[in-house]
């Protein structure tokens, strides 16, 4: 099983459309966490941190449930700009071991 | 933000060569850098991570001959894919950090490597 396990999808949405990715860990002593994004054949590029209070960044937000060892991003109002790969990442050993998740293939519609 | 660079952007080489991925870090000392490859359609995959001036730490099955990596300087790290074969071919991406995590780290561009 991989430490990190998103659903590949691909989730294809019509614009304007709300969708939510999920991300789950397996090891507990995981200790922050992130979304990034990548394009197609391009670096992947921090899309924002996870906290377990939950935080927002225009139309995304991020969640982090440390009992069930699940991560979400909730994009609001999609645009064709955001289709990308969503990749979770989970950071632990004081950061010394990144973990980066599969990724989650997005395709928004016009 | 600050800027990692990374080259060639994109390679092909034949079978049996070496090739060399340079890493920089334009606006910082990148006291940490991480070579990752991706493969397609799967996650990045953490090579080694090699710090200034000492020799890089590889993660299992990262055969440390074939990929040799170098970090010479805070701004600069190289990764040599030594005698290439078809089944090198990938996505190489390294990132930098001023601290020796690789959170907050700064990507590079990334190399495509293709083998033939």
Known sequence: RKEVEQDPGPFNVPEGATVAFNCTYSNSASQSFFWYRQDCRKEPKLLMSVYSSGNEDGRFTAQLNRASQYISLLIRDSKLSDSATYLCVVNRDGGFKTIFGAGTRLFVKA | ?116
């Open chain 2, 1 to 116: 933000g600050a800027v990692v660079s990374q080259h060639p952007s994109r390679v092909i080489c034949k079978s049996g060569t070496s090739v060399k991925i340079e890493c920089r870090s334009l606006d910082f000392q990148a006291t940490t850098m991480f070579w990752y490859r991706q493969f397609p359609k799967q996650s990045l995959m953490l090579m080694a991570t090699s710090n200034e001036g000492s020799k890089a730490t590889y993660e299992q099955g990262v055969e440390k001959d074939k990929f040799l990596i170098n970090h010479a300087s805070l701004t600069l790290s190289t990764l040599t894919v030594t005698s290439a074969h078809p089944e090198d071919s990938s996505f190489y991406i390294c990132s930098a950090a001023q601290g020796g995590t690789g959170v907050n780290a700064f990507f590079g561009q990334g190399t495509r490597l293709t083998v033939v």
